[in-house]
Antibody
Framework: QITLKESGPTLVKPTQTLTLTCTFS??????????VGWIRQPPGKALEWLAL???????RYSPSLKSRLTITKDTSKNQVVLTMTNMDPVDTATYYC??????????????WGQGTLVTVSS | DIQLTQSPSFLSASVGDRVTITCRAS??????LAWYQQKPGKAPKLLIY???TLQSGVPSRFSGSGSGTEFTLTISSLQPEDFATYYC????????FGGGTKVEIK
């Protein structure tokens, strides 16, 4: 079955760079159509899509955060890494990684990790 | 940049009620809309995609309709486990979520 799990720091200081890792199982990012996305949710607020990486290494980013985000994949390790530069307290949120639907093949998310809360504070 | 507006943002309902949530897109998005359910402290769960197709395993009391700019999620008979927050997501250009609708017990 498909599982995903996020890992990374729980606390970062303002201006620092956040690096989050999504480790998954049950699928391969080398299979045509497969993708993994990152979505975040500030406490008590709505979901916000951040980035998506596809099997062919195509990448898409939220226009409002594009300059701060980098998404990469390591197919051999079954991992996707998201980096976000210049962190600010408003970036405090639960960060989720999620599997892009294959049936149908659409940019919707049918399996999610449990999420990891990242707090930005000095 | 396509905006999604959900209404209401909060609703109070009783078990057995029929509940309808609306999601409006600022531009036409055909049927490129999905709905998710999120319970406190949990990750979202995909309910409906392509505006009206039920995800496998989702109870038939959930249904979706609409196309273009106006979409609805309907729960025909609200059950205790349905009290949650619901989000729409458009996928016409890039993934984007609505502001959410919290369904609470009356």
């Amino acid at each position: 079955q498909i599982t995903l799990k996020e890992s990374g720091p729980t606390l970062v200081k303002p201006t620092q760079t956040l690096t989050l890792t999504c480790t998954f199982s049950g699928f391969s990012l080398s299979t045509s159509g497969v993708g993994v996305g990152w979505i975040r949710q500030p406490p008590g607020k709505a979901l916000e899509w951040l980035a998506l990486i596809y099997w062919d290494d195509d990448k898409r980013y939220s226009p409002s955060l594009k300059s701060r985000l980098t998404i990469t994949k390591d197919t051999s390790k079954n991992q996707v890494v998201l980096t976000m530069t210049n962190m600010d307290p408003v970036d405090t949120a639960t960060y989720y990684c999620a599997h892009r639907s294959m049936f149908p093949i659409l940019d919707i998310f049918d399996y999610w990790g449990q999420g990891t809360l990242v707090t930005v504070s000095s | 940049d396509i905006q999604l507006t959900q209404s209401p943002s909060f609703l109070s309902a009783s078990v057995g009620d029929r509940v309808t949530i609306t999601c409006r897109a600022s531009q036409g998005i055909s049927s490129y809309l999905a709905w998710y359910q999120q319970k406190p402290g949990k990750a979202p769960k995909l309910l409906i995609y392509a505006a009206s197709t039920l995800q496998s395993g989702v109870p038939s009391r959930f249904s979706g309709s609409g196309s273009g700019t106006e979409f609805t999620l309907t729960i025909s008979s609200l059950q205790p486990e349905d009290f949650a927050t619901y989000y729409c997501q458009q996928l016409n250009s890039y993934p984007r979520f609505g502001g959410g609708t919290k369904v609470e017990i009356k």
